[in-house]
């Protein structure tokens, strides 16, 4: 598979509800990784490439910090199955200033420790 991240992307182990945009079904998932392109998700169903969908999820700088919650919209780029559920790749397609310099901000706190 070609590699096509532009950004550098950091780990992330979160909660998240993705809302399908068709149907406003909603799926709880695991943040894997997060960029402000993009995030990988770890998913117990399998969603199809090509897919628009409204993500949820908080952005906490701190383990005890309640963060901010940001709802980006996105579209899901790639689908793998994996050992601990299909790993899904969405790009962010609607996202705000406010929320890009949320994970921006959020991005520059865990990789600098300011």
Do not use: N
């Not at 963060?67 to 689908?79: K, R, T």
């Not at 299909?86 to 996202?95: D, E, K, N, P, T």
Request: hydrophobic share 35%; charged share 25%; net charge neutral.
């Amino acid at each position: 598979m070609e590699e096509r991240r532009q950004t550098h992307r950091y780990r992330v182990d979160w909660p998240l509800t993705l809302v399908f945009s068709d149907t406003g079904h909603s799926l709880r998932v695991r943040g894997f990784d997060l960029s402000v392109s993009g995030i990988s998700l770890i998913s117990p169903e399998r969603v199809e490439p090509g897919t628009a969908c409204r993500l949820k999820f908080r952005i906490k700088p701190e383990p005890r910090d309640l963060g901010v919650e940001i709802q980006p919209w996105g579209e899901v780029v790639h689908a793998e199955p994996g050992d601990s559920g299909h790993r899904i790749g969405i790009a962010f397609s609607g996202l705000g200033l406010m929320e890009e310099g949320m994970i921006r901000g959020y991005l520059e706190h865990v990789l600098t420790g300011k």
